[in-house]
């Protein structure tokens, strides 16, 4: 029984309205989603008489085989590629920026967090307003606007996507580098000036190394995050166009699973992005964490 | 290991859980439910003229029967009605009735094990027939069974801006857009001549039911009525899908239709001179636009009285969740009686589904001459076809019509051509 339970029994007592949580909106679900994704399953009236036969990796096949599939895992790849560095050197610098003795620091911090809290589909409108063909952006470009506009131009809906994302969620990793700053020893930086470093030197071989358990947390989140994007191609883009080049795996999923009936390929294409994300994010880990 | 060993025996038993859920079993005894007489609860659309008709609706049926009480509401919020009413059936707690089922969604909800056939009730194929007549047979599902009343229609039709044709030198009254070559020449004169910065304006996005307000109207009436799938097979890849896919893509290609979404609304605003919209515009543009309106256009120039179009339908369902199914079918009846129907056009400038509808309602179509057209087209409208996978097939045909005819990115034929192939395989079931 020790050996089952452990030295201090108590201790699962205090777990375990977690381990119920992650198992009822976590485990249970993710468990179901698997089982979907080997079946031609669709959502069904309790209790009808419905065939949801299991088809083994026909899903799997789909998704590595259906380009409107294959193109949104690209589209977020670019997105990620984009919107995560991005992320990671503006709110850090930012964040130091910040942390410094500058005129009204409180006033920049709330600003940088506003469009944190702000919902979504209220900042979209602004961007869409912005970065239209007769928006702001392009009036203020005049002759170099680009053709077509941004939000109908193939190459440019998803870095625009990944720009508005990053200056979004900004404020909330800005927040992260903060509290992560606060432990970076002042005396390194007195060392540092002392050895004659400039601030960029400090910065460089003090902040950066200081935040790196930081920085690991943000890639990460920024990551998984980025991996789920959804909104902004539905409603900045008109569901992820044009022609697709701005539809992103959920989005993807979304439109299978619940407007199309096709739940199990839409479960199938979750756990490939699970898997993808868990990939990225061991990689990322294993960069950022080794010595 | 002992951890591993544990965290394995959770995890296979999660999974064994996981399995249940396909569970399953009977549908009940549909046949008594069929008979079941109580209280029911409804749904209809939240646009504030359904909202008032649907009221007055629900109060004259509960003051003649106190026993069957009606309880309704607005159809919940959600990215659309077909989502919401989708995770209603799946949760079990669908209303008995919705009033603003979209038949493009019906082939899906049926699917689900969502749906009562109304072949359940004795009187209902003679009820819609006799008051719909022979576009009944649109509505009827590939198992010969009937999952929804034929409720209304918003034949959808070209508006024109007056004031925009005549600043570009086009005669407002009668504008030349009945053929292709007319329209294209007109288009070309709005926007060069100052009218508006485009002809039309229809939503260039990727939503599956987009093609319903560019594409679908023009091939319904360039085919004389044809659907974008019949038995069984894609129409749209024919010569009359490819001359209405040429239209457009000229249209595009001349930017004389926008390749970008105009937020807001293009034709009130003046963006657009024309636009294609259904009755409930003319309350809309009442007092923002000098309009004049014209059947959508044919290659040919068909007179406007063999012109069909799309009916941007919205029909009655029957939803099996529903226990007292014999009140919710009185109820439907009662809300499509020619009374109701008469409230209803009154209200709302929808054209209830009933044959013959000038002569029914005389008076109104004598104070409303507006509606005159959209009541003739009423009779020549073509409906989604009610095929397995209409939402799958409406959008791949989206896809590809929006990769080459929108944004020029591959040759119309080819695209309309490979969506056809795979549009065959869908409607196949597979």
Redesign the interface.
Known sequence: MR??LGRHPIGLAFVAPYVVFL?AIF??PL??A??MSF?DW?????????D?PFVGLDNYATVFSDP?VQRSFLNILVFLVINVPLTVVLSLGLAAALNAAIPFRTFFRVSFYVPYVTASVAVV?VW??LF??DGLVNSVLGDLAPE??W??N?GLTMPVIAVYVTWKQLGFFILLYLAALQNVPKELYESAAVDGASRLRAFWTVTVPGVRPATTLVVLLATITGANLFTEPYLLT???????TS?SPVLVMY??G?????AGLAAAIGIVLVVGVLIISLVNRYLLERD | MKRTVIALFLGTALTLTACNVDGGGGGGDAGAAAGKRGPITIWYSNNTEEVAWGKSVVTAWNDAHPDEKVTAQEIPAGKSSEETIGAAIAAGNAPCLVLNTSPAAVPQFQKQGGLVPLDDFADARSYVEERTGEQAKQYESPDGKLYQLPWKSNPVVIFYNKQAFAKAGIDAEHPPLATYEEFLATARQVVSGGGAQYAILPAPTSEFFQSWFDFYPLFAAETGGRQLVEDGRATFAGDEGKKVAAFWQTMYGEKLAGQEKYNGDAFADGKAAMAIVGPWAIPVYKDKVEWGSVPVPTSNGTPANEIHTFSDAKNIAMYSACENRATAWELMKFATSEEQDGKLLEATGQMPMRTDLEGAYPDYFGKNPAYTMFADMSSRTVEVPNVANSIAIWQKFRDAYSSSVIFGRSEPDTALTDAATDVDKLAAGS
Do not use: K, M
């Open positions: 050996t089952l198992v485990a249970y468990c179901i698997v089982y079946h669709f959502f069904a009236a309790p209790g009808a008489a419905v949801r409107g409108g869409l307003f239209n063909a077509p506009s939000l109908v193939s008109g569901g992820g166009g044009p022609d697709g539809a439109q299978r619940i407007e199309q009936g096709q």
